[in-house]
């Protein structure tokens, strides 16, 4: 997958799975996102491949309410644009990553 695709594919998942954490929560999502693809067999290969693989995040799946929200994002979108600023943080390595590695989180808010 092209750079722009992996770009796209993360952002839109930090927008369903975060749009409304904190930068440092937005960031967190985005590594772990990065980190799976250091597990390709269980996974994905590519940034896009872990975003769209079934089950993984519930945003992408078709029948979450998210899922239209996520296909009109679009960069009109002030919150649309931050994500894709963090993306583009996580993806180039400016920014640590502040999960050590983790390849899942757990939401505090959907306790």
């Known amino acids: 997958m092209a750079a722009s695709e992996d770009l796209d594919a993360m952002a839109r998942t ?3 799975e975060a749009r409304g954490e904190s ?3 937005q960031v967190a999502v985005a590594w772990v996102i990065r980190n799976r693809t ?3 067999k269980r996974f994905g290969f590519t940034v ?3 975003c769209h693989k079934p089950g993984q995040f519930s945003c992408m799946n078709p029948d979450d309410p998210n899922y239209p929200l996520l296909l009109a994002a679009n960069v009109e979108q002030r919150v ?3 994500c894709l600023g963090v993306a583009a943080l996580v993806l180039s390595g400016a ?3 502040p999960t050590q ?3 899942h ?3 505090l808010s959907m306790s």
Request: no cysteine.
């Open 14 to 16: 930090i927008f369903g």
């Open 23 to 25: 930068f440092e929560g």
């Open 38 to 40: 250091a597990r390709p």
């Open 48 to 50: 896009s491949d872990v």
């Open 80 to 82: 649309f644009m931050r």
């Open 95 to 97: 920014i640590p990553d």
């Open 101 to 103: 590695g983790s390849d």
């Open 105 to 107: 989180y757990y939401a």
